[in-house]
């Protein structure tokens, strides 16, 4: 499905609500520090964020047959504001022997004190290695995604976010021994769906729980089992993370 | 507020649907010209003479510049029934057709495939007689532009109404008995095939993809039947639902043939009864029985002895070799008393190809073309395949920068193409 | 075709996320009658809470295949059970491990001359995760793998598992008996996804503050 068909009813939704409402200014929004990674909140009295957590995903078996789930990958994000309403993110996913580095920037939106809209985009660079019996590969690539987030903070201390994110593929290079694969060809790689709860757990500590549905026609986990297909395959992605 | 998040996330959901993916065979029987067309009889020249890397001047943005068209056949009771497969370069897409003659012409029904995807589409051929029927009923030489093949192509089950057209440019490579094997006997299920992967139909069907050697994925039941069958446990990845959990080798073969059904329906075949059909139904030159197992290997080495037997008798050109992919079947394999008369193909180093007297070694690709060790299993009189190697870009590199004697491939179309397209 | 089945789930978590606003105005004001209540925590106060339980399963996912041979009688409502710990920190989100045990279905074969009988039963191994929506009704939502067994009575005994990835979602209501007591009733959608078994349950469960610090 082309990326505007895909994100067209996502953004039909938060223009009807956001043609209707206000910006937000800065003293009516309680502080969010420690208390929000995913969910679009302007960083006016903070510089960072961050959280430590793990994804786990889970892959078709018709695809990938036995290798079902996948080792966690460590899910390290930051956040780093820019201005009132700007803020750079950073995010390092790592299974050692595989790993993808992230950045972008986010735009945030408070449209009142309880819904938030954030737009951006960000680059990913993945790569990944394994040199043991019967492999002598390489792999690394490059993707850029764009998203659109919105968020409600409810009454009490629960985030609920829901964004949408794009996958462009930009780049692709492999090696299997001295046998090298590249590709420049640039093309639309599928979409993102999340939702995620962020709130207080214990004590102080606030946790992320999100739901993701990835549907792609190549993810960088999957590297050493195809380049792509011309099918897109759906990924189920559990995010738990801990805000630092 | 609460019905707008509902609303919202609905919408994700509906954009968010898993796709579930099928690419059935089109209903090509309903081209009259062709239902009312006499039988197709061409001698093995002649078929042989058809053969050959044709240039497409028509339908080159989906099928590209050039395809390689072969025959292959089977049979079925008394009945031989031919296929003219082109196999084409852009998007690992291949045409599968049967052939009839009227008036004078040749008349091409079947269907294309693009194995990277979901497409397919019925197509419609002819080749008239003043342009190239009369040649290839050996009535003159054939030379580059003799043979011109022309006709229609469709979408889906839509009446085909596109041009396409074909030219004759040159035969097929040959350097020598060049093995293109096909993965689980044909393809995965992942692949949506029109048949079950390790399956006596996908045998059947697996040389109109191009491949002349199968590989298939043996296993034992409970009561001690070699059977095929490739993960550790029924799964509906391979089978469809029937309850039954676990290994398969839990099960007896009754148990087995009474409940499972392989995902298109077939039942789970025997080692003899897939030998069986290669010997007698096929004209595959090369099986490699990848043993799943850890255990004896006296009954499949039973089996192997007797079906190179019956191929000899049969006047077949036909090796069947035991692979070992691990250790342990390594060990099991040198536990045969006559294991040194045992044909087999090893994946391991070649000390364990030295030791358990293989005729052939089999990396896997991600170790890269190793010549160099190939150069050496070269000089010890042996030979060398590689496996599992899908990507096209990777299929023509190891073609072209590699010395191997054979490919694995879950497409053996793209092998065949890469393959016999070279000069 | 588009299989929207795996999305019921994210139908569920929705609602399920929807529903934390309401405890907004219920559980974080504690006063000391709450604070007796089995599922209500006090603030800065920690539990580990025992959810027990039994009822009956419906299977409604699809049961064989083609090569059964024919005259099947499938039994698909059958008894199960809840085994469930969870933590209840000082906020709204509790975490625990669930098992117990899933009757799926039975079915027996008949044919020329044979017949046989084939059961599947299911012992979930799940993280479960929770949100209490009021004082007294709670949502779950658990990931993980069910540990599936086949018996099969077919020429010969067959007892085979597997394990098959797979969530679940539940919703119960908690009725205090005291402090640290409750009796509750519960309805669970459960679904070992891997191998697409998959119904809907209704449980009894005794609830059981069994450690508070």
Redesign the interface.
């Known amino acids: 499905m082309p990326i505007k068909l895909a994100v067209l009813p996502f953004l039909l939704v938060v223009l009807v609500i956001g043609s209707s409402l206000t910006a937000m200014a800065q003293d009516s929004l309680p502080e969010a520090k420690h208390a929000a990674i995913i969910f679009p909140y302007p960083m006016y009295s903070e510089k960072w964020r961050s959280s430590i957590g793990l994804t786990l995903l889970t892959t078709p078996e018709d695809i990938t047959e036995a290798v079902r789930v996948r080792v966690p990958s460590i899910d390290f994000r930051v956040l780093r504001r820019i201005n009132d309403h700007f803020m750079a993110e950073g995010r390092i996913n790592s299974q050692i022997l595989q790993n993808q580095l992230a950045v972008g920037i986010q735009y945030v939106l408070p449209l009142t004190d309880r819904l938030f809209l954030s737009a951006g985009a960000g680059v990913g660079y993945w790569f990944g290695f394994l040199t043991v019996e019967g492999f002598n590969s390489k792999g690394s690539g490059w993707l850029t995604y764009p998203n659109l987030s919105v968020g409600y903070r409810t009454k009490s201390n629960l985030l609920i976010t829901a964004r949408a994110q794009s996958s462009i593929n930009l780049y692709y290079k492999a090696f299997n021994g001295n046998e090298e694969l590249s590709s420049g060809k640039v093309f639309y790689n599928g979409e993102t769906f999340t939702i995620a709860l962020e709130q207080p757990f214990y004590h102080h500590k606030h946790l992320t729980l999100a739901f993701s549905a990835i549907n792609n026609y190549f993810y960088w986990q999957t590297w050493l089992l195809f380049y792509r297909v011309n099918r897109k395959i759906f990924y189920p992605q559990i995010t738990v993370g801990f805000i630092l | 507020m609460r019905t707008i998040f509902i609303i919202t996330c609905s919408l994700l959901v509906f954009v968010s649907c898993k796709k579930d993916y099928k690419a059935p065979v089109p209903d090509y029987n309903n081209w009259d010209a062709f239902t009312a067309a006499a039988r197709l009889a061409l001698s093995s020249q002649s078929r042989s003479a058809m053969e050959g890397v044709y240039g497409l001047t028509d339908g080159n943005d989906i099928f590209g510049d050039t395809v390689a068209v072969k025959w292959s056949y089977v049979i079925t009771g008394t009945d031989t029934l031919y296929h003219l497969s082109f196999f084409c370069g852009k998007d690992i897409a291949y045409i599968i057709c049967e052939g009839k003659k009227s008036n004078g012409d040749i008349l091409l029904n079947g269907y294309w495939r693009k194995m990277n995807g979901v497409e397919t589409g019925i197509v419609r051929f002819s080749i008239k007689a003043q342009q190239g029927a009369d040649l290839i009923a050996g009535n003159g030489a054939i030379t580059p532009g003799s043979i011109i093949i022309s006709g229609v192509f469709g979408n889906g089950q839509t009446v085909p109404g596109t041009s396409i057209s074909f030219s004759y440019g040159r035969k097929l490579f040959n350097n020598g008995p060049f093995r293109i094997l096909a993965h689980r006997s044909g393809g995965r299920t992942s692949d949506l095939l029109p048949v079950s992967e390790n399956s006596v139909e996908m045998i059947r069907k697996t040389s109109e993809f191009g491949s002349n050697g199968i590989e298939i994925d043996v296993r034992l039941t409970s009561d001690g039947i070699p059977i095929l069958y490739h993960d550790n446990t029924i799964n509906l990845r391979e089978t469809q639902k029937s309850g039954l959990i676990g290994p398969i080798e839990n099960y007896t073969f009754d148990q087995i043939s009474t409940f499972i059904r392989l995902v298109h329906g077939e039942k789970v075949p025997t080692l003899r009864q897939a030998l069986d059909a290669v010997v007698y139904q096929t004209g595959l030159s090369f099986v490699w029985l990848d043993t799943k197992y850890i255990g004896s290997l006296k009954v499949v080495r039973a089996l192997q002895k007797e079906y190179i037997q019956k191929a000899a008798v049969a006047g077949r050109n036909l090796t069947i070799v035991i692979g070992l992919p691990t250790t342990d079947a390594l060990d099991d394999f040198l536990a045969l008393p006559d294991y040194a008369d045992a044909p087999n193909l090893c994946e391991l180093g070649l000390d364990d190809v030295e030791r358990s007297k293989a005729e052939f070694w089999a990396p896997r690709f991600t170790l890269g073309t190793q010549n160099e060790l190939v150069a050496q299993v070269h000089a010890a009189g042996k030979q060398a395949f590689v496996w599992t190697l899908d990507v096209p870009e990777f299929i023509e590199q190891y073609l072209r920068d590699g010395h191997f004697d054979g490919i694995l491939s879950n497409y053996p179309s793209s092998v065949a193409y890469y393959y016999y397209v070279q000069h | 075709?588009?299989?929207?089945k795996?999305?019921i789930?994210?139908?569920i978590?929705?609602?399920f996320?929807?529903n934390?606003?309401l405890?907004?105005?219920d559980s974080?004001k504690i006063n000391d009658k709450d604070s007796a209540e089995v599922n209500v925590q006090q603030k800065g106060r920690?539990a580990f809470i025992l959810y027990a339980g039994g009822g009956w399963f419906n299977y409604i996912g699809?049961?064989?295949?083609?090569?059964?041979?024919s005259n099947t009688a499938v039994v698909r409502a059958r008894p199960t059970s809840t085994f469930r710990i969870m933590w209840h920190?000082?906020?709204?989100?509790r975490v625990g491990i669930e098992s117990g045990y899933e009757n799926f279905?039975t079915?027996t074969?008949q044919?020329d001359t044979s017949s046989?009988k084939?059961n599947?039963r299911g012992i979930p191994l799940l993280l479960v995760?929770s949100m209490a929506v009021t004082k007294r009704l709670n949502i779950f939502a658990g990931?993980g793998y069910y540990l599936?067994?086949?018996d099969?009575n077919?020429?010969?005994h067959?007892k085979?598992?597997?394990f098959s990835?797979g969530t679940n979602v539940s919703v119960n209501y908690v009725q205090p008996l005291s402090p640290k007591l409750g009796i509750g009733a519960e309805l669970k959608w459960t679904n070992a996804t891997?191998?697409?078994d998959y119904g809907i349950s209704a449980q009894v469960l005794l609830v059981w503050k069994f450690f508070e610090w």
């Not at chain 3, 699809?62 to 041979?69: D, L, R």
Request: glycine residues 8%.
């Open positions: 075709m588009c299989s929207i795996p999305f789930l994210l139908i978590f929705t609602t996320l929807l934390g606003e405890i907004a105005q974080t920690y699809s049961v064989g295949s083609s090569g059964i041979a920190p000082d906020h709204r989100l279905y079915y074969v044919n046989g084939v599947l995760w990931f599936l067994t086949t099969l077919y020429k010969g067959v085979s598992s597997a990835l891997q191998t697409k």
